[in-house]
């Protein structure tokens, strides 16, 4: 029982929340209307995830000590993930510069990097979770198809969200050149 509740944790947090969470961060900001929301909606939704991961980790380590079961491998990558995950948690805390400091596109650059590497190696260690499982109810598939159907939702939204943007800024530049040309005259 205590191996489908590591999995059941891990899958949901690791494998769907966290996805789900990089996209409401890199999809909802582009809209105007939603002021600081995206922010709360990423910020929610990553917190949550992070504390459901942290919940199957320990299950998993329990496992780990109290039954003998050890995966190296998949093992080593929740390890990594936690680490990645923590780090992001405490970067995110205290060292996130406001939005002006000269040095924000360094901490950018570490979240973008750490949050997509973090999102790959729990895939990668969700399915092999399924595969440690000798998987014959079909969970494995029916992982990969929400996996799927995530990706598919991202690259729909980076179309409309490349669209609104080069809407927008064609908006903006039309707009400066009347300015332009009114002031012009």
């Not at 979770?129 to 000798?134: A, K």
Request: hydrophobic fraction near 50%.
């Amino acid at each position: 029982m205590l191996r489908n509740v590591h999995g059941i944790l891990n899958a949901v947090s690791w494998g769907i929340m966290m996805p789900i969470g990089v996209m409401m961060g890199r999809y909802l900001k582009v809209f105007d209307g939603l002021g600081e929301t995206w922010f709360r909606l990423h910020k929610a939704c990553q917190s949550l995830a992070f504390f459901i991961a942290i919940a199957g980790f320990v299950t998993g380590l329990y496992i780990g000590i109290h039954y003998g079961v050890h995966h190296a491998p998949h093992r080593c990558i929740g390890i990594t993930l936690v680490c990645l995950a923590s780090a992001q948690v405490f970067v995110a805390m205290f060292f996130r510069p406001k939005k002006t400091h000269k040095y924000r596109i360094f901490w950018e650059i570490f979240h973008y990097i750490v949050g997509y590497a973090t999102i790959v190696l729990a895939i990668v260690n969700v399915l092999k979770g399924f595969d440690i499982l000798n998987d014959h109810n079909g969970w494995k598939k029916k992982y990969l198809g929400i996996i799927i159907s995530l990706a598919a939702i991202a690259v729909i939204l980076e179309v409309i969200t490349w669209v609104w943007v080069c809407k927008k800024k064609r908006t903006k530049n039309s707009q400066n050149h009347v300015t332009i040309g009114q002031q012009q005259t």
